[in-house]
């Protein structure tokens, strides 16, 4: 197999805050680790955040086999659908970045061709964070469920401007949740705000909530919102080994319902499709001694094996036919999140919760018993922030076993396998603010057959040098 080797000039999983390391100033972008007969071979799809770049699909050696310009340009996600289209943000206007739920200014959801012709729009979704379609209920790479639009439903998650007295007396951007149809027509809703009292929030957490629900200005110009939860993922929970084992006692887990998880609440709950009430919820006081209860059974050291989860993103349910299928798998960020009790790192008590390292989980719902993590800890690394993303990132369960990991704050791509050995890596080329930051939300590996516009690449193992022997040769103009 022929081989490539490359001028790495920093440690594969140097994603570390500023303040705690010394961050790189040089070095590259691309495929930087590839193992082929390890790795789960196909594209990858992601959007960028550089202005008119929109999204593009790669394959395993860095290649950009195709860029659509106008889908999800600075905003996300993005997700391939098989035949080779593709799925996201687009906009009537450039200026139109809003993600209020038929607001004026909002984008749309849409889906384009091969050549870039938009087959399919939703006006004025206001798309934030996350869509699906049933079928596949996590919108990536599940044998048997293809990403395919031949369906008349489609999940959009949105926001809506509402007042609620019992959260905060200021405005909040709320998360909601629609299903519509292929017309546009409302088939299900639900609104965040609506499940409050059911979230089990004390009354500390409440008054600090209360003063400060995460205010912010919101992507609608002159419009200023509380984004009290942050919704950032939701999927379907789809057919499950759970439910089929027993559909009374499982009943949270019927396949209709739908998972998300809040990032400033630090929660990980799912919502009942027909009565629209949490019937399952992690958080958000993650305290050793707090009892969890699920199913009738107390659990009393739950929390303390399952440790604090901040800031998360992602979490959902993994797929009936992939490993690990039932169990939960999670992005904890850390970082900063929550709402509580002031403390040295937080004297208001907003943002209450801080852990400077990011890991990977996967749970068993049943139980919170931590079945897999990727962390600067498994790593072995003796500074464990060497895993960190505090914001944005992603996971995904691949056929073969493989975890495709997004490091988003970094632009960073890593496809681990279960015993935690790197079999790729890829770090965006895709910068703003003069080469500041190279963000990507989430990214997804598809198999080669969802795009029959294109051969099947060659595949070219990438294998990086010793990063203790690596020197940048002087290529300086010599008078």
């Known amino acids: 197999m022929k081989k490539i080797w490359i001028a790495v000039a920093f440690c594969a999983l ?19 680790i590839y193992k082929p007969d390890k790795a789960q071979n196909g594209y990858t799809v992601y ?11 790669i394959d395993m050696n860095g290649s950009v086999v195709k860029q659509w310009k106008n889908m999800s340009n600075l905003d996300h996600p993005v997700k391939l659908l098989k035949g080779g289209y593709i799925m996201g943000s687009t906009r009537e206007k450039p200026d139109y970045i809003g993600r209020e739920w038929k607001n004026a200014e909002s984008t749309d959801l849409s889906i384009m061709d091969w050549d870039g012709k938009i087959v399919w729009s939703f006006a004025k979704a206001g798309m934030h964070h996350d869509f699906q379609l049933p079928g596949n209920p996590v919108g990536y790479w599940v044998p048997g469920m293809p990403m395919t639009f031949n369906t008349d439903r489609v999940l959009i998650l949105s926001h809506k401007m509402v007042k609620n007295p019992k959260i905060s007396d200021k405005l909040l951007e709320d998360d909601y949740l629609a ?6 027509n409302i088939l299900w809703d639900y609104l965040y705000s609506n499940g409050f009292n059911e979230m089990g929030f004390n009354e500390e ?15 609608v110009p002159g419009v200023q919102g509380g984004d009290w939860t942050h919704i950032n993922c939701a999927s ?28 400033q609440t ?19 006081d993650y305290s050793p001694d707090r009892v969890w209860t699920f199913a009738g059974r107390q ?23 992939l490993p690990g299928e039932g169990n939960l798998l999670i992005y904890d960020n850390g970082g900063r999140a929550g709402y509580g009790a002031p403390n040295p790192s937080s004297p208001t008590g907003w943002n209450n919760a801080v852990r400077e390292t990011s890991r990977v989980i996967e749970i068993d719902p049943t139980t919170l018993r931590i079945v897999w993590e990727f962390s600067g800890r498994t790593m072995g690394y003796r500074d464990e922030e060497k895993i960190f993303s505090s914001y944005v990132s992603s996971a995904q369960r691949l056929p073969n076993g493989n975890t495709l990991i997004t490091n988003g704050a970094v632009g960073q791509f890593m496809e681990v396998t279960p015993d935690l050995e790197i079999v790729w890596e890829y770090i965006s080329p895709y910068f703003v603010g003069n080469g500041k930051f190279n963000m990507v939300y989430r990214a997804y590996r598809v198999p080669y057959d969802y795009v029959p516009q294109l051969s099947k690449p060659v595949e070219t193992a990438v294998l990086p040098p010793d990063n203790g022997k690596l020197r940048i040769k002087d290529i300086s103009v010599k008078k």
């Open 14 to 32: 140097l994603v570390v805050p500023a303040a705690l390391f010394a961050f790189p100033t040089v070095y590259p972008t691309g495929t930087t």
């Open 47 to 57: 959007a960028t955040e550089t202005e008119g770049e929109g999204s593009v699909l």
């Open 179 to 184: 299903e519509v149809d292929t017309k546009g």
């Open 205 to 219: 957490t409440k008054n600090t909530m209360y003063k400060n629900p995460t205010l912010g200005a919101t992507r």
């Open 236 to 263: 379907y929970l789809g057919p499950n080994k759970w439910y089929d084992e027993d559909p009374v006692k499982y009943s949270m887990f019927n396949p209709d319902n739908i998972i998300s998880d809040g990032r």
């Open 266 to 284: 630090n929660t990980l709950e799912i919502i009942d499709h027909k009565t629209k009430k949490r019937v399952y919820q992690i958080g958000p």
């Open 299 to 321: 659990y009393k050291n739950a929390y303390k094996n399952l440790d604090w989860i901040i800031g998360q993103h992602h979490t959902h349910m993994i797929p009936k036919g």
